[in-house]
């Protein structure tokens, strides 16, 4: 390795989990875990500390940050985040993208949620200055771009296919071209986990059944293959991205065409409406930590339980629902649920090249399908980097996600491989995949598995390292009762250790 460049840390993957880990990696310090009074303290002692900023590399297939992200917005032509804007990568202040709109004279681009209707909020506040809002997809871009010229990194475009342990304390990453890159640490960030559900009817050989993604290729294919009158998509899936799919192709497609189609929107059970694919409770700072804590707490298999029972099989936002309801009253859009039971290409003698769908005896004949089912979880199924990982450093497994460490690392035998995302979700919580889960997710890697804000827990430090030390009294009672933690420890370091699941 003499010559060669090493890194102190390597995030594998560019998307928002990339970001907000390169976020808290290089932040000295969060706004959100700190009283006011010891931020104005931290920011007279970092002069004297001299907190270097770490030598990162970011490792992704895409170009440039956020690419994939962005492609997937594009194909449905969403306009707005389904995360409120106090869910972002900015490690160092949750108002951060807040404050970006108004500084911008972006406000109008700040969508209400209908969350600053819910009683149940109104004591936070949040709801009354903006952010439980939704923010426009091109001001979350914009935001993002903005914040990563602020935080030093290398970027490298590349994929990832195997990694190896050098020494003990530093890994080799080997990129499908056969360059290689060395770091102390590595963070896998590396999005969705698993592979596409296809319901049993269409997983035969059907030409006209395609992925979501395909939607923008085939709109070009469909705009020459199909006639005006008698074009009839289907949608199936259950879902936020369904409905989104469902919308984007009832739409006018653009360049001034007047074509129309028809949408079947097939669905198992009845859309299920929700303001986020979580209840409140895990966005409300005062319920959040004991949702994390409860979920902790369990067994791994009931953990995998609660996954999927806290997601409910997908959930459409109320601005959707309304879309959707309106398009259905225009007789553009048709919602059928029941099970898919059959599906049959018709025979190209016939010169019919439209799919006979039956759903609960119900036949329907369309001229495409699109799948928008979500993906089941098997993180082996993900990437080859995964498999080779797992051969070297073997893990249990719980529907398809790895059981890692508390403190995120893929094995407790391999110290420095840490995880973020849908990966961590068997540790984080059913947030995990969302942007707050990630928050999390990258603030406890970075602050107790790096150590990245571990002068602010010197002794001789004048910076408290937790903001609800602010809140002791000098009286041992009124202690014992500010402080309790479930195991009723009360000493600092029972309170450190609870930090692990205080939402950053």
């Known amino acids: 390795m003499k010559g060669e460049t090493i890194y102190d840390v390597c995030i594998v993957g560019a998307g928002p989990a990339g970001l ?19 931020v104005h303290r931290a920011l007279r ?151 596409p559900v296809i319901p049993a009817a269409l997983q035969k050989d059907i030409p006209q059944v395609h992925s979501w993604m395909e939607i923008d290729r085939l709109e070009a294919q469909w705009a020459s293959k199909f006639s005006v009158d008698n074009e009839t998509v289907m949608v199936v899936g259950g879902g936020l991205t369904a409905v989104q799919a469902a919308l984007r192709l009832a739409r006018i497609p653009t360049g001034g065409s007047q074509r129309r189609r028809r949408v079947i929107l097939s669905s198992r059970r009845p859309l299920v409406e929700r303001h986020f694919d979580l209840g409140v409770e895990w966005f409300d700072r005062r319920t959040a930590t004991k949702c994390v804590a409860d979920f902790y707490h369990q067994p791994v298999s009931e953990r995998l339980a609660q996954l999927r ?36 290409a018709q025979s190209q003698a016939s010169g019919d090249a439209r799919v006979q769908v039956t759903i609960e005896s119900q036949k329907y004949r369309v001229d495409a399908i699109v799948l928008a089912c979500g993906n089941q979880p098997d993180c082996l199924a993900h990437s080859l980097l995964l498999r080779r990982i797992q051969e070297q450093w073997p893990v ?33 919580g059913p947030d995990a995949s969302n942007l707050m889960g990630i928050r999390r997710a990258a603030s406890i890697v970075s602050y107790h598995a790096l150590a990245c804000r571990s002068w602010l827990r010197e002794a001789q430090s004048p910076v408290l390292a937790n903001r609800f030390h602010a809140l002791w009294s000098d009286s041992e009672s009124e202690c014992e009762f500010e402080c309790t933690c479930e195991s009723g420890d009360t000493d600092s370091e029972t309170d450190d250790s609870c930090m692990l699941l205080v939402p950053a």
Not at 27 to 34: A, N, Q, S, V
Not at 411 to 419: F, M, P, Q, R
Request: glycine share 8%; hydrophobic share 40%; with cysteine.
């Open 45 to 195: 002692a970092l002069p004297a500390k001299k907190t270097a900023h770490r030598r990162v590399c970011v490792v992704d297939p895409n170009p440039t940050f956020m690419c994939g992200w962005k492609r997937q917005f594009d194909v449905l032509q969403i306009k707005f985040l389904r995360s409120p804007a106090l869910a972002h990568p900015d490690f160092f202040d949750q108002n951060a993208l807040l404050a970006y709109a108004r500084q911008h004279g972006r406000e109008d681009e700040l969508l209400e949620s209908g969350c600053a209707r819910l009683r149940s909020l109104l004591p936070l506040g949040q709801s009354q200055i903006g952010l439980w809002k939704l923010p426009s997809t091109q001001l979350f871009q914009d935001f993002c771009r903005d914040l990563l010229p602020t935080l030093r990194h290398e970027y490298r475009q590349g994929t990832i296919v195997d990694l190896q342990s050098t020494d003990g304390n530093m890994f080799c990453l080997t990129t499908a071209v056969g360059q290689q890159l060395h770091a102390r640490t590595v963070i896998l960030a590396m999005g969705a986990i698993g592979k």
């Open 396 to 428: 249990p497994m719980q529907g398809g996600f790895p059981c890692v460490t508390e403190d995120l690392r893929w094995s407790a035998a391999c110290s420095g491989l840490y995880v973020v995302g849908g990966l961590a979700s068997l540790n984080v």
């Open 309 to 344: 029972e806290s997601r409910g099989g997908g959930s459409v936002p109320p601005i959707y629902m309304a879309e959707l309801r309106k398009w259905e009253r225009q007789g553009r859009i048709e919602c059928v649920v029941g099970s898919i039971d059959s599906a049959a």
């Open 20 to 38: 907000a880990c390169l976020s808290a990696v290089q932040e000295p310090f969060t706004l959100d875990t700190l009283s006011d009074d010891q």
